[in-house]
């Protein structure tokens, strides 16, 4: 099992975690609805549906249907077949720090 921790803009901290080939978010403020961390990849129907039905404006960052949309962002296209290709937690978490950086989050080590 890998942690990666990264800074928003706001300086608030997330935590990214792998775990075989399951990703999962982790941030303070979902710990009472998502104790286990919103898991992103592999795509978990469920997870989305519980996403979409608590609301929130699909474009608003940090919404519930914010979350959701990247959710099948991340699970279709090139982010997938990045994805697929991995064979370790290792090159997983090359990816995760790529993505993370290009939307502007900052590793924290």
Not at 44 to 56: P, S, V
Not at 62 to 91: D, F, R, V
Request: proline fraction near 3%; include cysteine.
């Amino acid at each position: 099992m890998l942690q990666l921790a990264f800074m928003t803009v706001t300086r608030k901290i997330i935590t990214i975690v792998i775990e075989g080939k399951t990703i999962t978010y982790h941030e303070d403020s979902w710990g009472k609805i998502f104790p286990e961390g919103i898991q992103f990849m592999p795509k978990d129907q469920h997870t989305i549906t519980k996403l979409l039905r608590m609301g929130g404006d699909r474009n608003e960052v940090g919404s519930p249907a914010y979350h959701a949309i990247w959710i099948m962002k991340e699970n279709s296209g090139e982010s997938l077949k990045e994805y697929q290709k991995c064979n370790s937690e290792e090159e997983l978490a090359v990816i995760v720090k790529k993505d993370c950086e290009s939307k502007g989050l900052m590793e924290v080590k």
